[in-house]
């Protein structure tokens, strides 16, 4: 699976251009899915979550996997807010192990 790594803020400005790489990723990468390290995330609105949110529809529509790790405690309450950790596969890291255990 590949890894992106997701930083600094995943807000209204940059939601777009974030989506537009994952779903490129997702689209052209041969993988059997993708991984978006969050442990570089400081802070998340509404537009970052939509974007991760549309990323994953994009891949369960090619049938492939995408994760979220290493997502800070901060970030994570945000999706156990919205009740969206039920929908997310999340992982405690992108480790080799980790990813063949998931």
């Known amino acids: 699976m590949a890894v992106v790594q997701a930083h600094g803020s995943l807000n209204a400005s940059n939601a777009h251009d974030f989506h537009r790489s994952l779903v490129e990723r997702i689209q052209?990468?041969?993988?059997?899915?993708?991984v978006v390290d969050m442990s570089r995330v400081e802070s998340l609105d509404s537009a970052g979550l939509?974007?991760?949110?549309?990323?994953?529809?994009?891949?369960?529509?090619?049938s492939k996997r995408f994760c979220l790790c290493s997502v800070p405690p901060t970030i994570r309450i945000i999706f156990e807010l919205?009740?969206?950790?039920?929908?997310?596969?999340?992982?405690?890291?992108?480790?080799?192990?980790?990813l063949l255990a998931a």
């Open 82 to 98: 919205t009740q969206l950790d039920r929908a997310f596969e999340m992982l405690e890291d992108a480790s080799h192990d980790t």
């Open 50 to 62: 939509i974007s991760l949110v549309s990323a994953l529809k994009q891949a369960r529509e090619r």
């Open 28 to 34: 052209c990468d041969k993988s059997a899915g993708l």
